[in-house]
């Protein structure tokens, strides 16, 4: 159970003050529900306001805060220029301050003539006339209001920074003083404040970096920490040996034979599997390095000792592909796979439900419902997680319950996660990577084009048809809602079909599972030729025929997320091509993201790239799913802080197994501050 101190900062946000409907959507968006969003919602930046009372004494360029005077309204004569209200210091300094917009009305309001006000905003050299362009407008006695150093926050749209400031505020209100947990003499090298302080301190200057410091190392050690209890138990828990002989595998009828980096992955794991100890190993391979092929090989080890495997994927296509896919390498093989979603209902339900308690069933895929309550199995040995970033330490929980003696753990990834990553969300988990890509892959070519040249890439999108070839057409993310994502998809493929009828096949998240199954089917197997897709093809999809990807809008697509879908192509024997579409007017970072995807197609590249331009949990693609993202510490926090947090936690468990001690016990609201509540639970008694 959550400590009662931390209570009022897991309230809902929905009880403060000034809380109203407008603002749902708006905190929605950024994940703020509770006080502790809240409160670890921290700057991103801030802005150094130049308190001044002279504008001869000010910068152009800054961000100033001075007491002037309105003296005169100067209306423009076209509609189009802006409204300026003259105003002066009380030296006599001139400046304008400028609004854009037709209604003047409200610029005379908020500045009567003759009355001083309390400006903010940016000084501006305008020809040789100083401007402040839409400042903020205070009583001369408010002006406290805005401190010198002001915090900038993350926001979305419907918010401002004052609102959000606001909110701060009252999450501060609610934060308790917590017992320390952190090692005493760490603190003391360190320096570092209380956690309610080291908050305070964040949030009233955001370039606190000590403070900073202390927050990124508490997430860290946390995150440590429940690792460290989750191996602790699996440890207590003892695994069973497997090693099976070979006779399935010998079956095999493969069209190709394995790679290098296969082989030594597979040898790896049948190490780990031969031990009593659970193996914990991760399978690193970028898109198409086969990692289908190394879980096949793992779970028919898993079979020919007598034991059953599961393999879970993180969404339904993804499910029924792998499924297909295993049963076709596995076709002529004395051996039942089976496939289970949230979909199958009824008496298929429980006929696969008996199947797998009596043991009928060998190999069981699926999405999460295969490890859910009522699914019972005869001996399961062997569990194969596929793109690990939807599976967290509880769902790692619910998988040790399904045996008497904990199930082999394998989960694949194509992120390629820095080691300082790796460290931090799995501990000591082992690694295998596939290096080697298997022989005769073309390479993709990868261009950019302005989107306003539609009209070509629907001619080379004709071109590449005729010939023979199938393509994906992703479209792009749209921020409003899923709603919106649906509409633009379905837009696209209505006026595709304008040009190429029944060729063109639709996929969106919102599509019912049936329909969505018969799009895909329909596209593997060459019926349609254009596939028009949400992100949903996002993982895993293999349709080796189709060598042309279009994305729209691929300025809006974060770097791993770009990576993952151009993986869709480039599957087969032909030369691929990915045709990135992008919008007119592109940032600094977007340009910077397209330009390396035309130049590498080198996952490890892109996600160390990704890591520069985003933070760790955009990388994981964990932001979303919340459960392992890092809210506060930055991957410099993690490279710097990870091993003495490992170290720290270390010491704590040998000492204080239970947590009972009353650092201990600081440790456990820790673990509670930061939602790793599963892993408290593993205590004994916890
Ligand atoms: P991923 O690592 O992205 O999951 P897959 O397992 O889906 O990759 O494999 C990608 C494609 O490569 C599949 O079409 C698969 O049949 C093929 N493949 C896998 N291993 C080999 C190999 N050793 N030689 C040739 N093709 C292979
Ligand atoms: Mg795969």
């Not at 394998?410 to 990553?421: F, K, S, Y």
Request: aromatic share 4%.
């Amino acid at each position: 159970m959550r400590p009662d101190i931390l209570n009022p900062l897991f309230a809902e946000i929905s009880l403060f003050k000034g809380i109203g409907p407008a603002l749902a959507r708006p905190l929605e968006r950024l994940g703020l529900a509770r006080a502790v969003d809240v409160a670890f919602h921290l700057p991103v930046s801030w802005v150094d306001r130049h308190l001044t009372d002279r504008l001869d004494m000010a910068d152009a360029g800054r961000v100033v805060g001075i007491e002037l005077t309105p003296v005169d309204y100067r209306a423009s004569g076209s509609a189009r220029a802006p409204f300026r209200v003259d105003a002066v210091d009380r030296y006599g300094n001139h400046v304008a301050l400028v609004y854009f917009g037709k209604n003047s009305g409200w610029p005379r309001k908020l500045l009567p003539l003759g009355e001083p006000k309390y400006i903010s905003g940016k000084l501006e050299a305008y020809g040789d006339t100083l401007q402040i362009v839409h400042p903020d407008v205070l009583a001369p006695e408010d002006a406290h209001m805005l401190p010198a150093r002001e915090p900038v926050y993350g926001l979305s749209e419907g918010l401002t920074n004052n609102r959000m400031r606001d909110l701060v505020g009252q999450a501060l209100t609610r934060a308790p003083e917590l017992p320390e947990w952190i090692e005493p003499s760490l603190l003391a090298r360190k320096d570092w404040p209380a956690w309610r302080e080291a908050l305070a301190r964040v949030h009233a200057d955001p370039a606190d970096a000590m403070a900073r410091a202390r927050l990124a190392y508490d997430e860290i050690f946390a995150g440590q920490l429940a690792l460290m209890l989750v191996r602790q138990s699996s440890r207590r828990r003892r695994g069973v040996p497997i090693q099976g002989d070979g006779r399935l595998r010998d079956m095999l009828k493969l069209p190709f034979a394995p790679t290098g980096a296969q082989r030594r992955a597979t040898a790896e794991i049948e190490g780990d599997m031969a031990q009593a100890t659970p193996m914990l190993r991760l399978l690193q391979g970028d898109v198409g390095s086969g990692k289908t092929l190394v879980a096949l090989m793992a779970l028919l080890n898993a079979v020919e000792a007598g034991m059953q495997g599961a393999m879970l994927a993180p969404t339904e296509i993804l499910a029924r592909q792998h499924y297909e896919t295993l049963r076709k390498m596995a076709s002529g093989l004395p051996i039942a796979i089976a496939i289970l979603t949230g979909r199958d209902k009824g008496k298929a339900r429980e006929a696969t439900l008996m199947g797998l308690a009596d043991g009928s069933i060998d190999i069981l895929v699926g999405t999460h419902a295969i490890f859910q309550e009522a699914v019972q199995y005869k001996a399961l040995g062997l569990a194969v997680i596929d793109e690990q970033h939807r599976f967290g330490v509880a769902q790692r929980m619910m998988l040790a319950s399904k045996a008497e003696r904990s199930p082999h753990l394998l989960v694949m990834t194509a992120t390629p996660i820095p080691r300082t990553l790796t460290l931090t969300y799995y501990g000591e988990m082992e690694v295998s990577r596939l290096d080697e890509m298997p022989p005769g892959r073309q390479p993709i070519q990868t261009l950019v084009m302005a989107a306003t040249r539609l009209d070509e890439v629907v001619e080379a999108l004709a071109r590449h048809v005729e010939g023979g070839g199938q393509a994906y057409w992703v479209c792009p993310l749209v921020e409003e809602s899923e709603t919106s994502d649906q509409a633009a998809a379905e837009m696209r493929a209505e006026s595709l079909r304008e040009r190429f009828g029944a060729r063109v096949g639709l996929v969106h998240g919102r599509m019912k599972g049936p329909d969505k199954d018969a799009a895909m089917e329909a596209f593997a197997a060459n019926r349609t030729q254009i596939l028009v897709a949400t992100t949903v093809i996002e993982v895993g999809v293999d349709v080796p025929n189709s060598s042309l990807i279009i994305i729209e809008g691929a300025d809006r697509f974060g770097l791993a997320q770009l990576h993952q879908l151009r993986g869709r192509v480039g599957r087969g024997d032909k030369p691929s091509t990915c045709l990135l579409l992008r919008g007119n007017a592109l940032g600094e970072t977007s340009r910077a993201r397209l330009a390396l995807m035309r130049e590498t197609n080198d996952g490890f590249r892109i996600a160390e790239a990704d890591l520069e331009l985003r933070g760790a949990g955009e990388v994981l693609g964990t932001r979303q799913s919340g459960e392992a993202a890092l809210k506060v510490a930055t991957p410099e926090h993690v490279a710097a802080l990870v091993d003495s947090a490992r170290d720290d936690a270390h010491l704590l468990i040998e000492r204080d197994g239970g947590l009972d001690s009353a650092r201990g016990q600081a440790a456990r609201t820790c673990l509670y501050l930061f939602e790793k509540d599963a892993a408290v639970g593993l205590l004994r008694g916890g």
